[in-house]
């Protein structure tokens, strides 16, 4: 059974950061397209950013360029999503998904349909 878990949000203060996990049991993330989204209340889901597989490209929300990163472990088969210089419009609860794709790079990964999805994680940025 293809289980993705995330954890690692909370509550913080403007500018500062927070990191979000997801990990993976039943497939290896690193076979895997692996995308970050979020939901904030009333909002449509948004895509975060979006790491390819095996190593491959990593794409961001213009939003979050430069203040976000996507990575992966695969020792621990978890990829993470490092939050710097947090901003109250990034409150929502963020969800990791994967699909699988054969590509490896590319600019396109938010914009596909994700076949499995953790339950989310919240993250709140208020004083």
């Known amino acids: 059974q293809l289980q993705l878990v995330e954890s690692g949000g909370g509550l913080v203060q403007p500018g500062g950061s927070l990191r979000l996990s997801c990990t993976a049991s039943?497939?290896?993330?690193?076979?895997?397209?692996i995308g970050w989204f979020r939901q904030a209340p009333g909002k449509e889901r948004e895509g975060v950013s979006c790491?390819?597989?095996?190593?491959?490209?990593?794409n961001y929300a213009d939003s979050v360029k430069g203040r976000f990163t996507i990575s992966r472990d695969n020792a621990k088969n978890t990829v993470y999503l490092q939050m710097n210089s947090l901003k109250p419009e990034d409150t929502a609860v963020y969800y990791c998904?994967?699909?699988?794709?054969?590509?490896?790079?590319?600019?396109?990964?938010?914009?596909?349909?994700?076949?499995?999805w953790g339950q989310g994680t919240q993250v709140t940025v208020s004083s």
């Open positions: 998904a994967a699909h699988w794709s054969p590509l490896y790079s590319g600019t396109y990964c938010l914009t596909w349909g994700y076949d499995y």
């Open positions: 039943g497939f290896t993330v690193d076979n895997y397209a």
């Open positions: 790491i390819y597989r095996r190593g491959g490209s990593t």
